[in-house]
């Protein structure tokens, strides 16, 4: 069946140093997936998405990164912050807008 | 920045008793979704819904839930009689298009069943 997963359920990082949030997926047909974060007591918020035709997409301080060839997905944060301290979950979108959840990584970063 | 809203923002109920869960999407959106989230554990999908009808419904999505979209603004989910295990964040969602669409969530409802 359809799975998300995370290999990392933690992360710490200092204040300025580069984060990287991977994720794995086992849906082949899967063709767009999207990076959430949230924080204490909110909802998920939209952070970067891309679809299978692309290798990479880059943002403000993020670049998503996906390799079909071994079904992985990675989060990449420059110049990490202390506000980008949350959880970061991937999720695939699929049918009828469905989205389906990785357990998620906690993500710290220290002053 | 159109955002959706959800309320109450924390409901507490007896085990057995109805609850109504409410929700404003982003108005020109057309697809709209409730998901959970039991505490510290992955968020995971409840129902999708599009032209006033389910487009497709989790197993956990049983005959004690039901949505609704009572008028052009509201987005509602109903449980009928609530278990301790109902008791989760529960979050709404709405996306302009079905596939390959930004979902934008609201804040969460904080269900909890007594």
């Known amino acids: 069946g359809e799975s998300v997963g995370l290999h990392l359920p933690t992360l710490s990082v200092q204040e300025g140093d580069n984060s990287i949030i991977n994720c794995a997926y086992s849906?082949?047909?899967?063709?767009?997936f999207i990076w959430y974060k949230q924080e204490s007591g909110k909802g998920p918020q939209f952070i970067i998405d891309?679809?299978?035709?692309?290798d990479k997409r880059q943002g403000q301080r993020v670049t998503v990164l996906l390799n079909k060839t071994v079904k992985h997905l990675s989060l990449q944060i420059a110049a990490t912050q202390p506000g980008d301290s949350a959880v970061y979950f991937c999720?695939?979108?699929?049918?009828?807008?469905?989205?389906?959840f990785g357990q998620g990584t906690i993500l710290t970063v220290h002053p | 920045e159109p955002e959706v809203t959800q309320t109450p923002s924390h409901q507490v109920t007896q085990m057995g008793q109805e609850v109504i869960l409410r929700c404003v999407p982003i108005?020109?959106?057309?697809?709209f979704y409730w998901y959970r989230q039991i505490l510290g554990q992955k968020v995971e999908f409840l129902v999708s819904?599009?032209?006033?009808?389910?487009?497709?419904k989790s197993e956990i999505f049983d005959d004690q839930f039901s949505v609704e979209r009572p008028d052009g603004s509201n987005f509602t989910l109903k449980i009928r009689s609530t278990k301790l295990e109902d008791s989760a964040m529960y979050f709404c969602?709405?996306?302009?298009?079905?596939?390959?669409?930004?979902?934008?969530f609201g804040q969460g409802t904080r269900l909890t069943v007594v």
């Open positions: 969602a709405s996306s302009l298009f079905m596939e390959r669409s930004e979902a934008f």
């Open positions: 849906n082949s047909a899967s063709d767009y």
């Open positions: 891309i679809r299978s035709n692309m």
């Open positions: 999720a695939e979108n699929s049918s009828y807008g469905k989205l389906t």
């Open positions: 108005s020109n959106h057309l697809y």
């Open positions: 819904f599009y032209n006033n009808e389910i487009s497709e």
